[in-house]
């Protein structure tokens, strides 16, 4: 595991819930660089730092996100909702709409990675791209403040309290294989 000095020492996937936490600080910070990029350069021409940022940020939410996205729709929701508890029915309409968000979410970064791929080849976008760049950002940040707090605060306590070890394992081992990799399990 990388060391990394002066922060919070990340989760592996012996920790499959925490590593999902971990994954949802990334997502706000990339899309705080995203917002911080199409704010401050307003569709002009970017600075070598801007471009940098704004490719490495479009980057994560292309091939990084979308996995964190299957590790809940495919190895986490699905255990929860085999669960079969009756006090659960709250828990699985909020997954519900959980899986909506992450419909509309999907649509809204196609379209951030749509403009920001415009903006890098063609040095700048027009004022009406812009301006749509930074309303559909500011779209993104409002879902993924709900969202990420009904994760955060209710569905990851809740899972790393009611799934058998077993379970969490088995999670561990799936979300290492779709990043290529073996897990410590
Ligand atoms: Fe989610
Ligand atoms: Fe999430």
């Not at 401050?40 to 980057?59: C, H, I, M």
């Not at 940040?141 to 077993?166: C, G, K, Q």
Request: with cysteine; charged share 25%; hydrophobic share 40%.
């Amino acid at each position: 595991m990388p060391i990394v000095i002066g922060a919070k020492r990340e989760s592996d996937f012996t920790d499959p819930i925490g590593m999902l936490g971990d994954c949802h600080r990334r997502i706000e910070r990339f899309l705080n660089t995203l917002w911080t990029v199409a704010t401050g350069a307003k569709g002009g021409p970017l600075t070598n730092e801007q471009q940098a940022a704004l490719a490495t940020s479009l980057r994560y939410f292309r091939d990084a996100a979308p996995k964190h996205t299957a590790d809940e729709e495919e190895s986490l929701f699905p255990r929860l909702c085999r669960l079969d508890r009756p006090d659960l029915q709250p828990l699985l309409a909020k997954i519900d709409s959980l899986q909506q968000d992450h419909e509309c979410a999907e649509r809204s970064h196609r379209e951030v990675d749509h403009l920001g791929q415009l903006w890098l080849a063609n040095g700048r976008l027009s004022p009406q791209d812009a301006e749509r760049l930074t309303n559909v950002l500011t779209q993104l940040a409002e879902l993924y403040r709900h969202h990420i707090a009904m994760e955060d605060t209710e569905v990851f306590p809740f899972a790393a309290n009611a799934l058998a070890s077993s379970d969490r394992e088995t999670i561990g081992a799936e979300m290492a294989a779709r990043r290529g990799v073996g897990s410590a399990t």
